[in-house]
């Protein structure tokens, strides 16, 4: 169709720009998927997908030449264990993934940008308890971000701010909480917590214990994927363009997850914590009054419904028998 808007997505191999892509192509966008890969566990759905390295420039102007519109998903990050250990690597790639798409977008003349925030922006300050008040968008200054994976999207922000005020590049900016689904990474070191404890208790036996990172009392917010990129695009059609929350406002406690998960599973499972692994802040929570306001939408799926959707994925991936060698 001629009169089709043309987007891009980057970071389209990944977890979230996999599931957007399809939402979009869905919709009737014609979309151009971007990424260093494809995707690990189906086949993209875009019009077009290029492979490429979007630390170099000259690979972004490539990438945003001809689109409409641009969604920024593109980084370099994974859960808590490997932002804690690769702080340099992150801040690095996504640094000039972000800067040079942004700046690539303005040249090319794109008329909307959607940058992909993250809860970790937020001051560590304000989460040193479990029980801790959700985070309204106001509450990243004073500025206390995560260190590293944090930092780098706090200041990407801003970025986004200053291109929209200085050169008319119309940005939008979300803060997204703890996104979890199928067709993510469940293990290999990247995987967010979701991931890590419906594998474990996958490949455990009923009456088993699983290692829990922590001493399982730390809280967090949990948001499922059809919700994400409901909320992506809802936001993308808006006209507010400060950073907004995105995710559930229902806090649990790791314990609780892994009860959940466990119910879910049919199993009996006991934990064996482990306080030496990484764990993040103490307590974190979405204050969503703002994305009510704002986008008159909030999201629908329950935390019981998402984790028993993306639990019988994982089992089904973890449960796959060998692939058996072929001698020459």
């Known amino acids: 169709m001629s009169d089709q808007v043309k987007v891009l997505v980057t970071g389209a191999g990944g977890f979230i720009g996999h599931h957007l892509t399809k939402y979009l ?143 008319g590049l119309d940005t939008r900016v979300v803060r997204f909480h703890n996104i979890f689904g199928p067709l993510g990474t469940y293990d290999g070191g990247r995987e967010k917590s979701p991931a890590a404890i419906c594998r474990k208790i996958a490949l455990a036996n009923d009456g088993d214990d699983i290692e829990v990172w922590g001493d399982g009392l730390q809280t967090r917010s949990y948001c499922y994927i059809d919700d994400c990129v409901e909320g992506i695009y809802r936001l993308m059609q808006s006209d507010y363009h400060e950073p907004l929350n995105l995710g559930q406002d229902r806090m649990i406690s790791i314990n609780e997850l892994v009860d959940i998960v466990a119910k879910i599973a049919g199993k009996r499972i006991g934990k064996r914590y482990d306080t030496t692994k990484p764990q993040g802040v103490r307590g974190r929570n979405s204050d969503n009054t703002r994305l009510r306001e704002v986008l008159k939408w909030e999201p629908q799926i329950s935390l019981e419904e998402g984790l028993e959707r993306t639990y019988k994925w994982i089992e089904a991936q973890v449960k796959q028998p060998a692939p058996v060698a072929v001698s020459a």
């Open 25 to 167: 192509v869905e919709r009737g966008y014609w979309v151009r998927g971007v990424d260093i890969k494809e995707p690990e566990y189906e086949a993209t759905a875009a019009d077009e997908f290029k492979l490429l390295d979007l630390r170099f420039r000259e690979n972004c102007l490539e990438a945003t030449e001809g689109v409409a519109q641009v969604y920024g998903l593109a980084a370099n990050m994974g859960g808590i264990g490997f932002i804690e250990s690769h702080k340099g690597e992150i801040v690095r790639d996504s640094s000039l993934i972000n800067l040079h798409t942004n700046d690539a977008a303005q040249e090319n003349g794109v008329k909307r940008y959607f940058y992909t925030s993250s809860a970790c922006i937020y001051p560590g300050y304000k989460q040193n308890e479990a029980d801790i008040t959700p985070l309204r968008e106001e509450d990243a200054y004073p500025a206390d971000a995560e260190d590293g994976y944090g930092w780098e999207k706090l200041y990407m922000e801003r970025i986004c701010r200053h291109y929209r005020e200085d050169f």
